[in-house]
Nanobody
Framework: QVQLVESGGGLVQAGGSLRLSCVAS???????????MGWFRQAPGKEREFVAA????????YYGDSIKGRFTIARDNAKNTVTLQMNSLKPEDTAVYYC????????????????WGQGTQVTVSS
């Protein structure tokens, strides 16, 4: 069982930055580095959208087209943490951001992630 808790959301003006964090609580014997981690977001009335993902060791990162060059995903396996640094934020980045974890190969499909956090709201004003 993996429990994920996001933090760092809030209200920011366009052009500003936010840094989201996600801390994982694991069952005894489980290891954070065995999970691929991802960030997704969902705006009102829209489907959940892939934002970024990172491999087990952090050596490979993947980004959605709408945020490439502005967001950076990173992980610290010693602290069971994955972060999303968001720069040059735009009003269209407004959404609830979710942290997710999965076994297996890289995926950008929300349905293929087994574990989810409760989400953190990011609001970007124009």
């Amino acid at each position: 069982q993996v429990q994920l808790v996001e933090s760092g959301g809030g209200l920011v003006q366009a052009g500003g930055s936010l840094r989201l964090s996600c801390v994982a609580s694991l069952a005894a014997g489980d290891t954070f580095s065995t999970y691929r981690m991802g960030w997704f977001r969902q705006a009102p009335g829209k489907e959940r959208e892939f934002v970024a993902a990172i491999s087990w060791s952090g050596g490979h990162t993947y980004y959605g087209d709408s945020i490439k060059g502005r967001f950076t995903i990173a992980r610290d396996n010693a602290k069971n943490t994955v972060t999303l640094q968001m720069n040059s934020l735009k009003p269209e980045d407004t959404a609830v951001y979710y942290c997710a974890a999965r076994y297996g190969p890289h995926s950008e499909h929300a349905s293929e992630y087994e574990h989810w956090g409760q989400g953190t709201q990011v609001t970007v004003s124009s």
